[in-house]
């Protein structure tokens, strides 16, 4: 991005399942302020924790230039994430704990194991502004209703809006 220096930008999180922001917000706090365009930012519902508050953290850095398309985010806004393995000490079962609180809409400072307040990214919602499913007889015929929605989108064009299977 530093060298291309792009005027508008498609972000894909469709697959993000999630992992360590703390490794990433550096770059997505600073996507914004890189790009002077519009940027865009797929997600769906395979779009789960680091992965939505990334989305949140570049929403929240422009509003104004950042829509959303694709599809409603895996989890809620309000979730649960990060932790560790515990062990049952004579079951030996195993599982995950997540203790790490997390509240991109309000906040969640005053709450016990509260975690995301430290990294920001407050939005008031994720709902796409651009709808486009992702659904497996656009996939297998080779489209992509996300690009196309963006297409249409940027240059206002009525041929971009393809049904699945015309080549969109």
Known sequence: ??????????LDL???G???ISKTIAFFNGLAAAVPGRIYV????????????????????APDRVQIVGEPVGDRLRFWSEGRHVCLPDS????????????????????????????????????????????????LLGDDP???AIESH???????EAEPGDGG
């Open 42 to 61: 797929i997600v769906s519902r395979l779009t789960f924790s680091a992965g939505i508050v990334a989305a949140a953290l570049v929403e929240q850095s």
């Open 92 to 139: 030996k079962y195993c599982m995950k704990l997540t203790d790490g609180l997390w509240d991109l809409v309000k906040g969640c400072a005053q709450e016990p194991g509260c975690y995301g307040d430290t990294w920001g990214g407050r939005v008031p919602d994720l709902d796409p502004d651009l709808a486009a499913p992702l659904l497996a007889e656009s996939w």
């Open 18 to 20: 999630g992992g360590d």
């Open 1 to 10: 991005i530093a060298e291309t220096k792009p005027e508008h930008l498609v």
């Open 14 to 16: 469709r697959f993000d």
């Open 154 to 160: 940027m240059w206002g064009c009525k041929s971009c």
């Open 146 to 148: 996300a690009i196309t």
